[in-house]
Antibody, heavy 118, light 111 residues
């Protein structure tokens, strides 16, 4: 069973770039047709899908964030990453990484809180 | 404003059966599978239902999902206190370049 663990700064200043990494354990990030996904949840609010990437490099992003978000995969480290630029307080949230194969639903990491504040 | 519409709250007493609805459109629920996630307080969401009505191993058969047209439902029978959680529906939306959309979530209270 694949396990996921998010890591990165818990505090980011406004206008800067938020960077998070998700480390995959219990399996290879290169095996099978899995998508590697980021989802966030502001405190007391619902879930927002940020985007997904495949190890081929192909990616889909949420249209509401398209110009600010970028994802990448590092197969040598069994990790994938999220970058969100020009952050504001509205980007303060718990950020989850997740994975799924076609039709299987998501397996989630435990989440990491990122606060945007000066 | 979420693309998928769920009631913000639901409630029931132990042993009761409740349903949570999820309404969308032809570009999302109408043409793609629906997934349901349970989020217990302070924890990450967990998969409850996949491909509209399938249960992952370990999920009790008290939980069931269905889909018809542009709507989906999650039913919980034999309600238990540990079912008190937030429930989210999700699916792929074919509009623009395609992306995953979630419902706004339903907070279930077991009275």
């Amino acid at each position: 069973q694949v396990q996921l663990q998010e890591s990165g700064p818990g505090l980011v200043k406004p206008s800067q770039t938020l960077s998070l990494t998700c480390t995959v354990s219990g399996g290879s990030i290169s095996s099978g047709s899995y998508s590697w996904t980021w989802i966030r949840q502001p405190a007391g609010k619902g879930l927002e899908w940020l985007g997904r990437i495949y190890t081929s490099g192909s990616a889909n992003y949420n249209p509401s964030l398209n110009s600010r978000v970028a994802m990448s995969v590092d197969t040598s480290k069994n990790q994938f990453s999220l970058k969100l630029s020009s952050v504001t307080a509205a980007d303060t949230a718990v950020y989850y990484c997740a994975t799924s194969s076609v039709g299987s639903g998501y397996t989630w990491g435990q989440g990491t809180l990122v606060t945007v504040s000066s | 404003q979420s693309v998928l519409t769920q009631p913000p709250s639901a409630s029931g007493t132990p042993g009761q059966r409740i349903t949570i609805s999820c309404s969308g459109s032809s570009s999302n629920i109408g043409s793609n599978s629906v997934y349901w996630y349970q989020q217990l307080p302070g924890t990450a969401p967990q998969l409850l239902i996949f491909r509209n009505s399938q249960r992952p191993s370990g999920v009790p058969d008290r939980f069931s999902g269905s889909k018809s047209g542009i709507s989906a439902s999650l039913a919980i029978s034999g309600l238990r206190s540990e079912d008190e959680a937030d429930y989210y529906c999700a699916t792929w939306d074919d509009s623009l370049s395609g992306y995953v959309v979630f419902g706004g979530g339903t907070k279930l209270t077991v009275l």
